[in-house]
Every structure is written in structure tokens, then in C-alpha cells.
């Protein structure tokens, strides 16, 4: 468990290595089997955009300045998506070991990185739907 609580995205096959090191000898079904009566499952991580805590001070300065701005007001700004790279290897099967209500937390979501940074909110324009967010 304290492995697991460590390294969320450790394999079922890693954490049986580990347990053979120390010399007790467990199939990877039961090392599944332990961890999921723990309320521990094998998940697919969330995705969400890799943040610097500066990104993280824009996007809620952003908020604040924006927080009791009329719909008509937001419906002029022009939203875009972002564009996710595969910067930290290929996506599939990729699981983390997670509790219900955990899906969000930092250690177990994968990162994503948005092509050319993150926007810089204090620069986005909302009178005009031609601006454009720029990185």
C-alpha cells in the first residue's frame, strides 16, 4: 500500500518484482486482488493541462476579474481549445491506482502540454470576438 500511495501509476508486475525481492512470492492477480478489497482500482488517469504555479496565479486572476461579468460580456470572448502533444510518451494503456473521489488529484492525473505554452489570460480582450489567445 505505501508503495502504491508513493507511485500511483506502478504496474501490478512491478509491485510483484518488489514483493519477490523481499521474498514473498504473489501472483499479479492477487497483488490486484489486494489492492482493489484496499478501494484501490486500476483507472485510466484524467488528463489535464501541465500548470506552473504561475499559470495557475493567471487563470484565477482571470476568474476574479471576471467573476461577475455578465454572459452577453463572456460571450465575447473567443474561447479556444487546446492542443494536447505527446510530450511524456504514447497515452495507451496507461493506469493509475486510485480510490473513488481521487480522479483529480495531482499524482494521478497524466500531464498534458498545450502546443507554444499556456495562454496569457491578462492579454485576452473581452469587448472584441476577434482576439485571439495567444501563447
Known sequence: ????DKDPKI????????LAGTGKTVDVSTVRLYLNREGLHGRVPRMKPLLKPIHKEKRLEFARKHIDAA????????WSEETKLELFGVNDNRFVWRK???ALLEKITLPTVKHGAVPEYDKVKTRTISTVVTA
Open 71 to 78: 454572459q452577453a460580456e463572456l460571450n465575447n470572448i473567443l
Open 11 to 18: 504496474t501490478s508486475k512491478e509491485l510483484q518484482s518488489h
Open 100 to 102: 473513488s473521489g481521487e
Open 1 to 4: 500500500m505505501k508503495i502504491v
